[in-house]
């Protein structure tokens, strides 16, 4: 089973940027797609982006479209999330996952430990 580890957190200004980078072992060469989502204090977990493993397809939720930036890196099993001009709504721990795609948070599982996001205003 394919294992996640994520890094790249941290605290940053609003209108900052940070980068995440989601690091996969094991089967990938069975992976479909791989998610970005976070969990807020007090909220529930939700879709942040997703990419296609095989095509690189990437798939935003609203509220980051423009400002994040999702790819990946097959060669190196990678996975990143670039954030630009950052929001203190944005602050929340961020996990990949692996899964069959879309917006669902269902649809992913596999989850790494998480990197916080912390953003100041």
């Known amino acids: 089973q394919v294992q996640l580890v994520e890094s790249g957190g941290g605290l940053v200004q609003a209108g900052g940027s940070l980068r995440l980078s989601c690091a996969a072992s094991?089967?990938?060469?069975?992976?479909?797609?791989v998610g970005w989502l976070r969990q807020a204090p007090g909220k529930e977990r939700e879709f942040v982006a997703g990419?296609?493993?095989?095509?690189?397809?990437?798939r935003y939720a609203d509220s980051v479209k423009v400002r994040f930036t999702i790819s990946r890196d097959t060669a190196k099993s990678t996975v990143l999330l670039q954030m630009n001009n950052l929001k203190p709504e944005d602050t929340a721990v961020y996990y990949c996952?692996?899964?069959?795609?879309?917006?669902?948070?269902?649809?992913?599982?596999?989850w790494g430990q998480g990197t916080q996001v912390t953003v100041s205003s």
């Open positions: 990419i296609s493993w095989s095509y690189g397809n990437p």
């Open positions: 094991g089967p990938t060469n069975r992976t479909y797609a």
């Open positions: 996952a692996v899964g069959t795609g879309g917006t669902a948070v269902g649809r992913y599982s596999n």
